[in-house]
């Protein structure tokens, strides 16, 4: 008997607890319901910088801050980028000492639009862009959101550096058939195709890349690439070979 009653006690402090806690979250509700908006605003906050990583990593950070530090001249030809410019030796590459490599692994749009000013306080003589890969792929952007980053990257050269040719390079394929790579070669097609419409409107030149590294699945070729997404010395090449007329013009 003894046994009954403590267990109804203790019973009855929990439900008396859990109504407590109701009552109390309900009356600060009314009285103060920003409160849940905040809550909800951090929850999802804490979601999107778990999913969607932002670019600035110290890495970012560092190459920036050397890139402000080189010499700048009108001769200049700069290749812009993420990690796919970043990795390759453009100089030797292409021969040409003209040639600047300011690419950064893991940059997006965002960074590129971020970092576009320094890029245009020399005045350079040409830009080669190539960006976009790591905004559907870590941030899960839709292409409208990418190639409305394009178009105000576009505009701001367009103002500001009027002088300067402006070579647009399509997102290269991916390989996700051999690689454990969650970007899709439709999403990188379509988007191509669109951002090959936008170049129309601006006096620049638009290199389309993409069909040059397919093998017959429509894959990013083995032989071009290391991991699925990033080239091998080959894939430079093949690179290399289509821009150099560009370069040299």
């Given amino acids: 008997m003894i046994g009954k009653t403590k267990f109804f006690l203790k019973l009855s402090i929990f439900l008396n607890l859990i109504f407590f806690i109701g009552f109390s979250l309900w009356l600060l509700k009314k009285v103060n319901p ?3 908006k905040i809550i909800n605003s951090t929850e999802q906050n804490q979601v999107q910088n778990h999913t969607r990583p932002i670019y600035k990593t110290p890495y970012y950070n560092s190459k920036v801050e050397e890139f402000k530090n080189l010499p700048m001249t009108k001769e200049d030809v700069i290749l812009l980028g993420d990690s796919l410019t970043d990795l390759g030796e453009w100089q030797e ?3 040409n000492v003209n040639v600047k490599n300011r690419g950064i692994s893991g940059d997006t749009t965002d960074g590129v639009l971020n970092r576009l000013d320094q890029i245009i306080a ?3 003589k040409k830009i080669f862009i190539l960006i976009g890969a790591n905004d559907f792929w870590w941030h899960k952007r839709s292409i409208a959101d990418v190639l409305q980053n394009y178009k105000l990257t576009l505009d701001t050269l367009k103002q500001q550096a009027p002088n300067t040719k402006v070579y647009v390079q399509s997102l290269l394929p991916v390989n996700n058939t051999n690689f ?4 899709d070669n439709s ?4 988007f191509n195709q669109q951002l090959e419409q936008l170049v129309k409107n601006y006096p620049y030149q638009y290199i389309n890349l993409y069909p040059h590294f ?6 990013l070729s083995l032989q071009y690439t290391t991991d699925g997404v990033h080239l091998s010395v080959p894939g430079y090449i093949v690179w290399k070979n289509q821009i150099e007329k560009y370069i040299n013009e």
């Fill in 34 to 36: 920003s409160f849940f």
């Fill in 214 to 219: 397919l093998n017959k699945e429509n894959q």
């Fill in 122 to 124: 020399g005045q350079p």
């Fill in 93 to 95: 590459l292409l021969q």
């Fill in 187 to 190: 999403t990188l097609s379509e």
């Fill in 180 to 183: 454990d790579v969650a970007l």
